[in-house]
């Protein structure tokens, strides 16, 4: 289409800055008329998605296989697809959400190695440490915590994630001051996790606090002038700009037509359509549903990790609960916001790594037989899914297909 020439005058934005900087650079790059230019950030971060929540299920069972999977359904997913194509904040914030649990689970791993050496084994009739070492070292929450204040700077609902991290860094280090026999753990945990807090949060703040330097800077960012000259003025001014973007957020009732509340996303009952486009007897669409099977696998494994980790307090599986409840649950807190499905690109990644989790149970008994069945299913179930994106990525990527092919696609009437 035709690109307007830039505004003179700064404009209301109801999201931080941290976004649009990644997508403008891009159009810095190769200009605003370069389709490439407003892409490029958003392929960027996608691409990169992939990679990271590779990391994360490899970080969390050491398992190449467990890790292959799941960075394979994310891949191939058709939300992360789209999402990575068309110049939206939330395939960046997914980024940035999903780099900030792969800090805490590294984090996780070498912090509770280092308890457990520097806790002196107790004999079984003998009573445990009154109190437990307190560590000040941990790199892995501090990039936590630069990782999450970067989420909360494209998009506020990254300040859910940071809490739910803290609370998840604060119970487990608890947990396993407990198992290892800390007389004191509760108070010893709090110790712990005031020094966590000023390692994360802080950290979390300076960096949302710099994405606005720009801002802070100009002479002309929209409500810059709103308070006095100075340091003073400028932070109160961006005081009440926030004031604003929170008025809006929590006002923003408008109806929509393909706005879909969060009680619908598990049942995938009503996707975005982002383009449509008709000539003739071909259509081109571009729609923001995912991969049917990988959605509802997603969700039904969602399920047997909650119903796991209430039987066996599974480590893994808690995880990855903490992780889709930091970016699902708040929204259904908002039952009457203008909100959208493709929200839920923040809860592909870690619906991905169920899939890999329960896969692994599927294929991995210790029966033979079982076994080499369960291996059937899984290859069964990944195969099925290369073959249902093949046939859903024309109308993720506004492929001219004819008609009755689009129709094919409309398994439910919500998804028109």
Request: hydrophobic letters at 55%; proline letters at 6%.
């Amino acid at each position: 289409g035709d690109v307007p020439a830039p505004l003179v005058t700064g404009s209301f934005s109801v999201h931080p800055p941290l976004g649009k900087w990644l997508i403008g650079f891009g159009m810095w790059l190769f200009g605003p008329g370069d389709s490439v230019g407003w892409r490029v950030a958003v392929a960027a971060a996608g691409t990169l998605t992939v990679l990271i929540v590779y990391f994360i299920a490899r970080t969390l069972t050491g398992s190449t296989a467990v890790a292959a999977i799941a960075g394979g359904l994310m891949a191939i997913d058709g939300l992360a697809i789209v999402l990575s194509r068309i110049a939206l904040l939330d395939g960046i914030l997914a980024l940035f959400v999903a780099l900030g649990f792969w800090f805490v689970l590294l984090d996780r791993r070498t912090h509770l190695e280092r308890l457990q050496r520097a806790v002196p084994a107790r004999e079984e009739e003998e009573s445990g440490p009154g109190w437990g070492p307190v560590f000040w070292n941990r790199p892995w929450l501090i990039a936590a915590g630069a990782a999450v204040g970067a989420a909360t700077a494209v998009k506020w609902s990254g300040l859910y994630v940071l809490a739910a991290l803290g609370l998840y860094i604060v119970v487990t280090d608890a947990l396993a001051r407990r198992r290892l026999g800390i007389v004191q753990w509760p108070a010893d945990a709090v110790r712990q996790g005031a020094a966590a807090f000023v390692l994360l949060v802080p950290v979390a703040a300076i960096v949302y606090l710099v994405s606005w330097t720009g801002w802070l800077a100009s002479a002309g960012g929209y409500g810059r002038a709103a308070a006095s000259e100075g340091l003073g003025g400028a932070l109160a001014s961006l005081w009440r700009y926030h004031e604003a973007i929170y008025a809006f957020h929590v006002g923003l009732t408008t109806p929509h037509g393909y706005q879909s509340p969060a009680w619908q996303w598990p049942l995938l009952v009503r996707p975005t359509s982002m383009y449509w486009h008709q000539s003739g007897d071909t259509v081109q669409a571009v729609s923001s549903i995912p991969n049917p099977l990988i959605w509802w696998a997603g969700i039904a494994a969602a399920l047997y990790l909650l119903y796991r980790f209430i039987r066996t307090r599974d480590a893994q599986a808690a995880f990855v609960l903490v992780a889709l409840a930091a970016t699902y649950v708040p929204w259904l807190l908002y039952p009457e916001r203008t909100i959208f499905q493709f929200y839920t690109v923040a809860m592909l990644p870690f619906l991905v790594i169920a899939v890999a989790l329960a896969a692994r149970r599927i294929a991995g008994s210790a029966d033979a037989d079982r076994r080499i069945a369960g291996r059937r299913v899984v290859a069964v179930f990944l195969v099925a899914c290369v073959v249902l994106s093949a046939f859903w990525y024309p109308v993720w990527t506004a492929m001219p297909v004819p008609y009755e092919f689009w129709r094919l696609h409309n398994w439910l009437p919500s998804w028109v």
